[in-house]
T-cell receptor, first 117, second 118 residues
Framework: AQKVTQAQTEISVVEKEDVTLDCVYETRDTTYYLFWYKQPPSGELVFLIRRNSFDEQNEISGRYSWNFQKSTSSFNFTITASQVVDSAVYFCALSEAFSGGYNKLIFGAGTRLAVHP | DAGVIQSPRHEVTEMGQEVTLRCKPISGHNSLFWYRQTMMRGLELLIYFNNNVPIDDSGMPEDRFSAKMPNASFSTLKIQPSEPRDSAVYFC????????????????FGDGTRLSIL
């Protein structure tokens, strides 16, 4: 069965520190998709990135970077030089679109990141 | 570009009342999802529509919950009668496509409706 585990419930850092949010997933499919979403204190869910299972290339977008490793079933998210505006709950999610029939998202429990000035 | 639009943003009502939540998906998206978010259970998928047709309603908690999508630009989630345990944030999301090659299509979420049943 598919599952997403975000073992870190809460992380607290001081501004400018680097922080990595862990995501470990379980799936029996060979084709699947991984996502990260951000939920700031205002409550909306914001799409950050998607990855397919055939693309293990790491990605960098500004201060954000993502490390996908199939060998360890992990899709970790790093924020470099964190800022107060990065304070949010971050969700990792898995989609098994082929076997599941549609892009149903299985969400992790989320990691609450607090960045202090 | 307009995102997913939900209304109302907040709803406070008394137990036993009917509650209707509304959603307008992103234009051109043919998949629509309703989620519920609580501290205890996290984000749960309630129902999924594709081309206005309910495909997967296995997450709908009980008969008090119903959802409709009369056209491509509007969906409702109704709770009747409402109970205090229905208090949660309800999200609507939309995406292009569905399964297969569309599986990598991200879902775009509305701002949510914070529902409080007293």
């Amino acid at each position: 069965a598919q599952k997403v585990t975000q073992a870190q419930t809460e992380i607290s850092v001081v501004e400018k520190e680097d922080v990595t949010l862990d995501c470990v997933y379980e799936t029996r499919d060979t084709t699947y998709y991984l996502f990260w979403y951000k939920q700031p204190p205002s409550g909306e869910l914001v799409f950050l990135i998607r990855r397919n299972s055939f693309d293990e290339q790491n990605e960098i977008s500004g201060r954000y970077s993502w490390n996908f490793q199939k060998s360890t079933s992990s899709f970790n998210f790093t924020i470099t030089a964190s800022q107060v505006v990065d304070s949010a709950v971050y969700f990792c999610a898995l989609s098994e679109a082929f076997s599941g029939g549609y892009n149903k998202l299985i969400f992790g429990a989320g990691t609450r990141l607090a960045v202090h000035p | 570009d307009a995102g997913v639009i939900q209304s109302p943003r907040h709803e406070v009502t008394e137990m036993g009342q009917e509650v209707t939540l509304r959603c307008k998906p992103i234009s051109g998206h043919n998949s629509l999802f309703w989620y519920r978010q609580t501290m205890m259970r996290g984000l749960e998928l309630l129902i999924y529509f594709n081309n206005n047709v309910p495909i997967d309603d296995s997450g709908m908690p009980e008969d008090r919950f119903s959802a409709k999508m009369p056209n491509a630009s509007f969906s409702t989630l109704k709770i009747q009668p409402s109970e205090p345990r229905d208090s949660a944030v309800y999200f609507c999301a939309s995406s292009l496509g569905a399964g297969g090659d569309y599986g990598n299509q991200p879902q775009h979420f509305g701002d949510g409706t914070r529902l409080s049943i007293l």
